[in-house]
């Protein structure tokens, strides 16, 4: 039995990550060195190879930056390895700057789909929040802090009730708004080398803290 108690207590977390864009949506945005596609790639690797580092098992949506999946393919990529959750990346184009996490916290629906299932928003809700205060905390003098929003405060999430990758997912999903690349100061934070792995470690640790049991 206490085999079998410490195989349980020791399954790996698995964590699905999905590097924004090229979809059905687009290219997505670009700063004026960089493309949104790029920096989500970027910082999507860089996560993948911490969170592996604490033995968490990892599942990209895409195997190369410029590959197109649509949306409900990439949620259907986390539902299929059955993630502890599933962490979207993006970059924003807006006037401000900073970052900002969304996360359904009701249903929507698309071409006659409704979801997520109302069980998965109750569970949903307490593992965003602490995500997004954990991600506060590590981008803290770094980007600026836009706060936790409903997927309704999104363009696509508005007209839907929640966005497209929200609707179609089954597991625990949240998406970062990394920055605002069109904002000159936000883009040259992302761009270096050391920003992309600051914005890793803060992701890591939040996805982490979000997910794990002892929480
Ligand atoms: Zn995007």
Redesign the pocket.
Known sequence: MLVLASFVLSLPLTVCIDP??PSE?GE??AGNNVS?IHIAWAVAKKLETILEQKHVRVVLTKHSENQFVKNMERSKIANDCNANLFVRL??DSSNGSGFATYYPDRQGTVRGFTGPSPELLEKLGPIAKHFHASLHDGLKGFLKDNGLMSDIKTAVGSKQGALTGSIYSHVPVVLVEMCVLTNPKDESLVSSDAGQQRLAEALARATVSAISPDK
Do not use: F, L, S, Y
């Open positions: 924004g864009h949506v997505g945005t949104e993006h970059c």
